[in-house]
């Protein structure tokens, strides 16, 4: 998976807690995605991140937070967690908008 | 904006059979495109890309073809294996933004 991880890969939580999902890359990309993959909606941009402290909002940002202190680090955060988050987190990594994303092997996130 | 969608959510093939896997998009300002491969439980892998100044790409065992006239994108699985079995998707890249679109994906089922 191209030098990245995702952590935890499973989480079960309950609505209204905190949730903070990790994406580590060794690949020292600058670009840094997170999406959420859905049955009939395919892969879904969150937020990304285009450097350091650079982040931006994608397609379903709504309900969800973003921070990158380090080059290596991408985290996702849903403050409030709803039953509607329930799905699948990938992150992806580039070295440009117009390259290619090589994904993680993914979250699932379920929330109950 | 840009949608992707793709001809059909099903294809079933015949291992040594070549597989054609299709993709249209809407925004005639698309420049980058890509095939990914993913496996059940794991994260999308990239297969081939395309650019927009280009019609025709080949890797091993796949040919990525691109027609902008009429805006559209097919895979070509040459010598289908039962390896190959998988969801595949597009993604577009247009220079308006930084982000991809991905398609929905079509099953790829391999028989023996």
């Known amino acids: 998976d191209a030098g990245i991880t995702q952590s935890p890969r499973h989480k079960v939580t309950e609505t209204g807690t905190p949730v903070t999902l990790r994406c580590h890359q060794t690949?020292?990309?600058?670009?840094m995605y997170w999406y959420r993959q859905d049955p009939g909606h395919g892969l879904r941009l969150i937020h990304y991140s285009y450097g350091v402290k650079d982040t931006d909002k994608g397609e379903v940002s709504d309900g969800y937070s973003v921070s990158r202190s380090k080059t290596e680090d991408f985290l996702l955060t849903l403050e409030s967690a709803t039953s509607s988050q329930t799905s699948v987190y990938f992150c992806?990594?580039?070295?440009?908008?117009?390259?290619?994303?090589?994904f993680g092997p993914g979250t699932r996130l379920t929330v109950t | 904006g840009e949608s992707v969608g793709l001809h059909l959510p099903t294809l079933s093939v015949q291992e040594g059979d070549n597989s054609i896997i299709n993709c249209a998009y809407s925004n005639s300002a698309s420049d980058y495109f890509i095939w990914y491969k993913q496996e059940s439980g794991k994260g999308p892998q990239f297969i081939i890309d395309i650019r927009s100044n280009m019609d025709k790409r080949q890797g091993q065992r796949v040919t990525v073809l691109l027609n902008k006239t009429v805006k559209h994108l097919s895979l070509q699985i040459a010598a289908t294996q039962p390896g190959d079995s998988a969801v595949y998707f597009c993604a577009v890249h247009n220079n308006a933004g930084n982000m991809l679109t991905f398609g929905g994906g079509t099953r790829l089922m391999v028989k023996p």
């Open positions: 992806a990594i580039s070295t440009g908008p117009s390259y290619e994303q090589y």
């Open positions: 690949e020292n990309h600058r670009y």
